[in-house]
């Protein structure tokens, strides 16, 4: 069972950066699927980024393009998400979702993937004006 934790966050104004960061572990899988989603009460949950390690890809919300970018540590299966230029609707907590694979996956890892296995509690990003 892959767990997946979230840490960093936190508050900025309106144009600063913030980061987050997501590690999976326990059990070892040769590729990760893994992705970052935001939530904000009342509203659906949104994918933001998502992004494959055995395939090389990621894929970003349009609402996050040029202003959010990923980085992977695949050997200590990490995916940090680098929050610029933050708008107040950025707002939201922040969940990574995680699953790993030895074979190709049935589905293919972007904001539509549907079968992530495990999710984090969630990190909190407050922007202000």
Do not use: I
């Not at 659906?44 to 395939?55: C, F, K, L, N, W």
């Amino acid at each position: 069972q892959v767990e997946v934790a979230e840490s960093g966050g936190g508050s900025a104004q309106a144009g600063g950066s913030l980061r987050v960061s997501c590690v999976a572990s326990g059990f070892t899988y040769r590729h990760y699927c893994m992705g970052w989603f935001r939530q904000v009460p009342g509203r659906e949950r949104e994918g933001v980024a998502v992004s494959d390690t055995g395939v090389g890809t990621t894929y970003y919300a349009d609402s996050v393009k040029g202003r959010f970018t990923t980085s992977r540590d695949n050997g200590k299966n990490t995916l940090d998400l680098q929050m610029t230029k933050l708008e107040v609707g950025d707002t939201g907590t922040y969940y990574c979702a995680a699953v790993g694979y030895n074979s190709p996956l049935s589905q293919r890892c972007d904001l539509a993937f549907s079968w992530f296995s495990s999710w984090g509690q969630g990190t909190r990003v407050t922007v202000s004006s």
